[in-house]
Nanobody
Framework: VQLQASGGGMVQAGGSLRLSCAAS????????VGWFRQASGKEREFVAS????????YYTDSVKGRFAISRDRAKNTVSLQMNSLEPEDTAVYYC???????????????WGQGTLVTVSS
């Protein structure tokens, strides 16, 4: 499975961005997908994940109600819609795939290259 994240950019606080994770590989449909982020000088943290079928999602508390993860199984993509962005959301965002649905980074076997999100105040 190969993953490619895109959609990052610069936005003002309160704005929105939509990240996309495009996957290749015939088995991608059986994987859960997660989004993680790493701000400068900080450790990588979990943001959101979605199970293989798309009917279960999980979010870290700080993004609940603002971010929404979804997947299009026909297109092999997973999206992260980010609304009401805050400067604290500034980070490099990574998508990752795992056989097990969860939030722990060590569960994830495959990682994309990351896309930078910058939120200005």
């Amino acid at each position: 499975v190969q993953l490619q994240a895109s959609g990052g950019g610069m936005v003002q606080a309160g704005g929105s961005l939509r990240l996309s994770c495009a996957a290749s590989g015939r088995t991608f449909g059986s994987y859960a997908v997660g989004w993680f982020r790493q701000a400068s000088g900080k450790e990588r943290e979990f943001v959101a994940s979605i199970n293989w079928s798309g009917d279960s999602t999980y979010y870290t508390d700080s993004v609940k109600g603002r971010f929404a993860i979804s997947r299009d199984r026909a297109k092999n993509t997973v999206s992260l819609q980010m609304n009401s962005l805050e400067p604290e959301d500034t980070a490099v965002y990574y998508c990752a795939a795992a056989k097990i649905f969860g939030s722990v980074a060590t569960l994830f076997d495959y990682w994309g290259q990351g896309t930078l999100v910058t939120v200005s105040s």
